[in-house]
C-alpha cells in the first residue's frame, strides 16, 4: 500500500483529503468518546444505579476493544477506508438509537458493547488513513494536528449536553446527528479510498516487535490519562477548592489538545527518538513535581498543562512511530495495537494507582506514573542500544 502523496498530486489536494478525514474524527469523536459515555452515566445515576453498575456499563466499549480490536486490520483491508468508516459510524448509530428508551444496564451494556466495535473500527481506520495520506515531511504535525482535534471532539461534548440536558431522546438523537454529519464528510471523501493489505499472522506478529516504544509509550499514555482524570480532583481540598475540580481537569485536557501540534512539529525536526526521550522525561519530571506544586494554586495549572500535554503527546508519538517504523502491510495493524495498548493501560491505570494511592496517600498518582514511564524508559533505551549495534537483540522469528 503506498501513500497518494509519493505520487505528484499536488499538495492542495493532499490537504484537502487531510482536512477531510479530521472532519470525520473530529464529529465521531464528539460522539464516541465524549458525550455518549456522560450521558449514559448521568441517566443511569438519575436511574439511581449502583456506582458499581455505572461503571460496568461504562466499561463494555473498552472490553469490546479488547476482545474484537485485532480484528479492525482485517475490515480494513477487506472493505477500505471509507467503507469501513461507514460500518463504524453505522454501528455507533444502531448503538445510540437501541440506548434511546432503555435504562437496563444489561440491555445499555450490549448497546455500549457494540458502541465499542464501532468505536476500534473509526479509530484504527482513522489513524492509518492519516498515516497513509500525509507526507512523510509532513506527517508528525498531520498526526499532531489529528490527534489534537480528537481532544478539541472531547472538549466539545460537554457543550452537546449542556445545550441538549441528558434526560429523554433529544440528547441522543443530537449525537445521531452529529455520526450524519460524519457520514456526510465520508461522501466527500469519495475516491479517497485505499484497502491497506494485512500481511500472514507471522510477519504481522513480527511487525509489532518492530514498535515495542511505540506499543509502551501507548500504555503509559492510557495509564497516566486514565489516572489523571481519576485522581487529580482528589488531591487535598485546600489545593482543589482553590482551582475547581473543572479548572484542574481542564487544564490538563487543554494541555492535551493544544501540545499535540508542536510535538508533531518536533518529531518532523528533531526525530521522533529524541521527541520520545524529552516528552516521556517531562511526564516524569511533571510526575515528581505534583505533589511540591500542587500547594501553590498558581503554579498548580500551568504544570498540568505542560504534563497533560507531554502525556497525550505519548500517543500521538506512538502514532507518528508507526508511521515511520511499518510499511503499508503492517501499518493498520500496528495502529490497532497501539489503540489497544492505550486501552490497557487505561484499564489498569486507574486500579493501580488506587492501590499506590491507599498505601501512600496524595503521592499514589506521582509514583504510579513515574513508575510506568520509568518501563517506557527502559524499552526506550534498550531499543535505542540495538539500533546503534551496541547491543544484539534476535530479529522477529516469522516462519516460511
Not at 444502531?94 to 435504562?103: G, H, K, Q
Not at 507471522?202 to 503509559?220: D, S
Not at 513508575?371 to 544484539?392: C, D, G, N, P, Q
Request: proline content about 6%; aromatic content about 6%; glycine content about 12%.
Amino acid at each position: 500500500m503506498r501513500s497518494p502523496c509519493v505520487t505528484d498530486e499536488p499538495m492542495a489536494a493532499t490537504l484537502r483529503r487531510l482536512i477531510k478525514i479530521n472532519a470525520v474524527s473530529f464529529l465521531s469523536q464528539i460522539v464516541q468518546i465524549g458525550t455518549i459515555p456522560a450521558l449514559l452515566a448521568l441517566r443511569l445515576n438519575a436511574a439511581h444505579q449502583s456506582p458499581l453498575t455505572i461503571g460496568a456499563v461504562a466499561a463494555a466499549p473498552w472490553i469490546a476493544i479488547l476482545l474484537v480490536g485485532q480484528w479492525a486490520p482485517w475490515v480494513l483491508s477487506r472493505w477500505g477506508f471509507v467503507t469501513t468508516n461507514r460500518i463504524a459510524l453505522g454501528l455507533s448509530a444502531l448503538a445510540v438509537m437501541s440506548a434511546l428508551p432503555e435504562t437496563n444496564p444489561l440491555l445499555l451494556f450490549m448497546s455500549n458493547f457494540v458502541f465499542g466495535v464501532g468505536l476500534i473500527l473509526r479509530w484504527v481506520a482513522c489513524d492509518t488513513w492519516i498515516v497513509w495520506a500525509a507526507p512523510e515531511h509532513i506527517r508528525g504535525r498531520a498526526i499532531g494536528t489529528h490527534e489534537t482535534l480528537m481532544g478539541c471532539g472531547i472538549a466539545a461534548s460537554p457543550l452537546v449536553i449542556a445545550i441538549t440536558g441528558y434526560s429523554g431522546a433529544w440528547p441522543l438523537w443530537s449525537c445521531i446527528g452529529l455520526l450524519i454529519l460524519s457520514s456526510g464528510a465520508l461522501v466527500l471523501l469519495h475516491g479517497s479510498d485505499g484497502h491497506p493489505e494485512i500481511p500472514e499472522r507471522a510477519n504481522r506478529m513480527g511487525a509489532l516487535q518492530i514498535v515495542p516504544t511505540a506499543l509502551t509509550a501507548g500504555f503509559v499514555a492510557g495509564f497516566v490519562e486514565t489516572s489523571s482524570i481519576s485522581f487529580l480532583p482528589l488531591l487535598s481540598d485546600r489545593r482543589v477548592l482553590a482551582l475547581g475540580v473543572t479548572a484542574v481537569l481542564g487544564g490538563f485536557g487543554a494541555g492535551g489538545t493544544i501540545l499535540q501540534m508542536p510535538l508533531g512539529w518536533l518529531a518532523d525536526k528533531a526525530g521522533i527518538r529524541v521527541t520520545q526521550f524529552l516528552t516521556s522525561g517531562v511526564v516524569a519530571l511533571g510526575a515528581l513535581a505534583l505533589p511540591v506544586v500542587g500547594h501553590h494554586a498558581g503554579l498548580l495549572l500551568p504544570l498540568l498543562f505542560v504534563w497533560g500535554g507531554a502525556t497525550g503527546g505519548m500517543n500521538t508519538l506512538a502514532v507518528i512511530e508507526v508511521g515511520q517504523r511499518i510499511d503499508g502491510a503492517g501499518m493498520s495493524t500496528g495502529l490497532m495495537a497501539v489503540a489497544l495498548a492505550y486501552t490497557v493501560g487505561s484499564v489498569t491505570g486507574p486500579v493501580l494507582t488506587g492501590w499506590v494511592t491507599s498505601r501512600v496517600p496524595g503521592s499514589g498518582l506521582a509514583i504510579a506514573s513515574v513508575v510506568a514511564v520509568m518501563m517506557f524508559s527502559m524499552v526506550w533505551a534498550v531499543t535505542t542500544l540495538a539500533r546503534r549495534k551496541l547491543i544484539h537483540i534476535a530479529p522477529p522469528v516469522t516462519q516460511p
